[in-house]
């Protein structure tokens, strides 16, 4: 699929990897529809951009069927979902207080897995009616994981599980909608300059950029949306998850 084709909904769209990807498309000519909870930074991206923004919870199915039927109305149609949307869910099974509350993981997992997974099932049962393009190709699937999914820190027990769900819901989901069409993948990406980032000291961000081996620096958002590209436009990749992390091997702590 070329990007210029693309219409797509972006959630966690309005910062971060999300934001960076609807740009990516928009400069290539594609459709983008940010989906996110942060009105006031979706009211000013959408007036930057020019892409329309729908505050939607992830993690409720009426409100993304919804966010799926508005959207595919601003673009005509719908034939890629790219899920950013995601919180950090840090905290120790065991902390100086108490153990880690059962809520606290069950809402990392459920924003995370279960909120990626509603999106992606919703778009595909739009996506299932697309007329048919280059190979039989009907949509594209992107999630986003984490390398935290192979290597989780301490204090990450929650959060590498959700991202581990995503790698391993990739590949049964993109055996079962192969008769659609519709590709699924995942992008696991290592340490990279976002929001959160950006507010820690300085001495922090030296010593996480010398941790990863080549290059040693962090990564660029726009070289995540860029991946996020390829994906779309590359329609032998199905049914993986790329890590894009500059070799890093996450510590234990």
């Given at each position: 699929m070329q990007l210029s084709q693309v219409k797509a909904i972006v959630t966690g769209g309005v910062s971060g990897l999300g934001f960076a990807v609807v740009k990516h498309l928009l400069a290539n000519g594609g459709r983008a529809v940010m989906l996110d909870v942060n009105d006031e930074a979706g009211a000013a991206m959408s007036e930057t951009t020019g892409a329309p923004y729908i505050n939607t919870d992830v993690t409720s199915e009426q409100a993304v069927v919804d966010a799926l039927d508005e959207a595919a109305g601003h673009m005509g149609g719908l034939n890629v979902a790219v899920n950013c949307a995601g919180i950090l869910g840090a905290g120790r099974v065991l902390g100086r207080e108490a153990p880690m509350p059962l809520d606290f993981f069950a809402t990392t997992v459920n924003v995370n897995l279960v909120g990626s997974f509603n999106v992606a099932k919703a778009a595909a049962s739009r996506m299932q009616h697309n007329e048919a393009g280059e190979d039989g190709e009907r949509g594209v699937i992107i999630n986003t994981a984490s390398?935290?999914?192979?290597?989780?820190?301490?204090?990450?027990?929650?959060?590498?599980?959700?991202?581990?769900?995503?790698?391993?819901?990739?590949?049964?989901?993109?055996?079962?909608?192969?008769?659609?069409?519709?590709?699924?993948?995942?992008?696991?990406?290592?340490?990279?300059?976002?929001?959160?980032?950006?507010?820690?000291?300085?001495?922090?961000?030296?010593?996480l950029s010398a941790s990863i081996p080549f290059p040693s620096r962090l990564g660029q958002p726009g070289e995540f949306a860029e991946?996020?590209?390829?994906?779309?436009?590359?329609?032998?990749?199905?049914?993986?998850?790329?890590?894009?992390d500059g070799g890093v091997r996450l510590a234990p702590k």
């Open positions: 390398v935290a999914a192979y290597e989780g820190q301490i204090g990450q027990a929650a959060y590498s599980a959700s991202k581990a769900g995503l790698v391993g819901m990739t590949l049964p989901m993109a055996r079962e909608l192969s008769r659609f069409g519709i590709r699924v993948m995942t992008i696991a990406p290592g340490i990279f300059w976002t929001p959160m980032v950006d507010g820690m000291p300085e001495h922090v961000q030296e010593s991946l996020a590209g390829h994906i779309i436009e590359s329609t032998y990749l199905n049914g993986t998850t790329i890590r894009l």
